[in-house]
């Protein structure tokens, strides 16, 4: 499975950004996709996870309430929505897809269990 991310920038404390992940080299029906961050100097975090085929959704506690996780089959792209955002949701986002059960999402924290990571997106959070 291929991954490519794209919608990252720069905004302001209490901003919203859209993130995209577009899938290709998999039945789009049948995978998991999750999204991680990594910030500077920090090891990359699980935010969040579909299994887009029952649109099960799974978020790490950091951003619950606050981010949305979403699919979309015709255009076999992933989105996470992202309200509130605060200076500590800076990093660069990911996404990636389950190394073996592929339908399925693994616990956001184990980060061993997922691969096919894309190139990344930048979020800033700054005023």
């Known amino acids: 499975v291929q991954l490519v991310e794209s919608g990252g920038d720069l905004v302001q404390p209490g901003g919203s950004l859209r993130l995209s992940c577009a899938v290709s080299?998999?039945?789009?029906?049948?995978?998991?996709i999750g999204w991680f961050r990594q910030a500077p100097g920090k090891e990359r975090e699980g935010v969040s996870c579909?299994?887009?085929?029952?649109?099960?959704?799974f978020y790490a506690d950091s951003v619950k309430g606050r981010f949305l996780i979403s699919s979309d089959k015709e255009k076999k792209t992933v989105f996470l929505q992202m309200d509130n955002l605060k200076p500590e949701d800076t990093g660069v986002y990911y996404c990636?897809?389950?190394?073996?059960?592929?339908?399925?999402?693994?616990?956001?924290?184990?980060?061993?269990?997922?691969?096919?990571w894309g190139q990344g997106t930048q979020v800033t959070v700054s005023s």
């Open positions: 990636g897809a389950p190394l073996w059960e592929w339908a399925i999402c693994p616990s956001l924290r184990r980060l061993d269990q997922y691969g096919s």
């Open positions: 579909i299994m887009v085929n029952d649109k099960e959704t």
């Open positions: 080299g998999a039945t789009f029906d049948d995978v998991a």
